[in-house]
């Protein structure tokens, strides 16, 4: 059974589907270098140790005119201040080329879902040896998505992360196949769940992605009543005012109060306290 581990001292995090539940959350995408750094230490001292999530790039927005972020040089100059905080990082890479470069500031490279099956992206990534999130597209099947982490765990890097993000279900609809967990969970690596994109509207708002954020704390006690690894929630204070995916984010007021439930459902399915 793999275990990822990143971080050090008191601010380790462990991934493991044995351990106690990990936390990744933070804003869809970096809006600017003051408000990553509010939000990152408003979150660490709600949650305790966790991983802080932001996106330099967001490729796939449904329209062209929408906000991206501050691109690969200013975002990840941004995401390293969050480390000098002592809070370890996620951030994805969309291009082969960015992985390297990508690995120098963070703790953790994540695969989008939409390009989860580029392989020439997955080998970059494990070649850094930094922690690899994969998140499993909307496409995949639970029990196809382990050839995703074979390609990274090829290169040698056996620090790989496999998270849900729902299935698609027609046109404009994700759902979230429970047993999908487990199934993941059979290829011995660390299993996340993500609870915010699980609950995205694709496309239904014509530009942008709907979503549906009073499903966030059902789906995620459902994760972790089944066992996880770790919870992964984009979050920001305003999400009527976020830059991108604000409508199905979990309003940072909620946040203290959701990890907490869930920690207790974590530690009764794993027999130790939360």
Request: proline share 5%; hydrophobic share 45%.
């Amino acid at each position: 059974m793999t275990v990822v581990r990143v971080g050090q001292g008191a601010a380790e995090v462990t991934f493991s589907n044995n351990s106690s539940l990990a936390l990744i959350a933070g804003p869809c995408v970096i809006e600017s270098e003051e408000h990553v750094l509010k939000l990152a230490q408003a979150i660490r001292e709600m949650a305790g140790p966790y991983v802080f999530k932001a996106s330099f790039d967001k490729a796939n927005r449904s329209s062209v005119n929408s906000y991206r972020g501050p691109g690969l040089t200013q975002g990840l100059q941004i995401l390293a201040e969050v480390r000098k905080l002592g809070i370890p990082v996620l951030t994805d890479i969309h291009e082969p080329a960015q992985a390297e470069i990508a690995a120098q500031s963070v703790d953790i490279l994540q695969i989008p879902a939409f390009l989860c099956r580029q392989t020439d992206l997955l080998l970059e990534a494990g070649k850094t040896g930094r922690a690899v999130n994969i998140k499993k597209g909307q496409f995949v099947s639970p029990a196809d998505f382990a050839n995703a982490a074979e390609k990274v765990a090829s290169t040698g890097n056996q620090r790989i992360i496999l998270t849900e993000r729902g299935s698609s279900f027609g046109y404009n609809n994700l759902v979230v196949d429970m047993r999908g967990l487990r199934i993941m969970a059979q290829t011995g690596y660390p299993v996340v769940f993500d609870a915010t994109h699980s609950v995205q509207l694709p496309g239904a708002a014509g530009s942008s992605s709907g979503g549906q954020p009073q499903f966030i704390e059902p789906l995620a006690r459902a994760a972790a009543a089944v066992g996880v690894a770790g919870i992964f929630v984009e979050t920001h204070e305003s999400p009527e005012r976020a830059l991108s995916d604000g409508v199905n984010a979990l309003r940072l007021d909620f946040l203290s109060g959701f990890w907490s439930r869930l920690k207790s459902i974590d530690g009764l399915v794993k027999g130790f306290p939360a």
